[in-house]
């Protein structure tokens, strides 16, 4: 049974940093696409990054973008968020995501491109 599990989240002060990790599990293969997804509360779960697994191509979204770095490890099973100069908009629930199938086209920073969901590691910001 696919599985994917957050962890790293916590609670950090206005500039400070934080590195989410997802292991995913299960899977026959790895995952095409990997993705991390937050949602504050009131709002809807929004993309901020994601990656193309087999040839390590990143996609961001305007929100993050230099300062989040979506990485994966060698065997493809992990993904990880680092995510630098944390402001109190970030603070969110993040969900990792996954997508089996390495083809797709469309945008991938879209909830409905993956099949798979974490639980979800809470970050807290702190102005």
């Known amino acids: 049974q696919e599985q994917l599990l957050e962890s790293g989240g916590g609670s950090v002060q206005a500039g400070g940093s934080l590195r989410l990790s997802c292991a995913a599990s299960?899977?026959?293969?790895?995952?095409?696409?990997l993705a991390w997804f937050r949602q504050a509360p009131g709002n809807e779960r929004e993309g901020v990054a994601a990656?193309?697994?087999?040839?390590?191509?990143?996609y961001y979204s305007d929100s993050v973008k230099g300062r989040f770095t979506i990485s994966q490890n060698n065997a493809k099973n992990t993904v990880f968020l680092q995510m630098e100069n944390l402001q109190p908009e970030d603070a969110a629930m993040y969900y990792c995501?996954?997508?089996?199938?390495?083809?797709?086209?469309?945008?991938?920073?879209?909830?409905?491109?993956?099949?798979?969901w974490g639980q979800g590691t809470q970050v807290i910001v702190s102005s």
């Open positions: 995501a996954a997508r089996s199938s390495q083809t797709f086209s469309g945008n991938l920073l879209h909830r409905n491109v993956y099949e798979f």
């Open positions: 299960g899977f026959t293969d790895s995952p095409g696409y």
């Open positions: 990656i193309y697994t087999p040839r390590d191509i990143r």
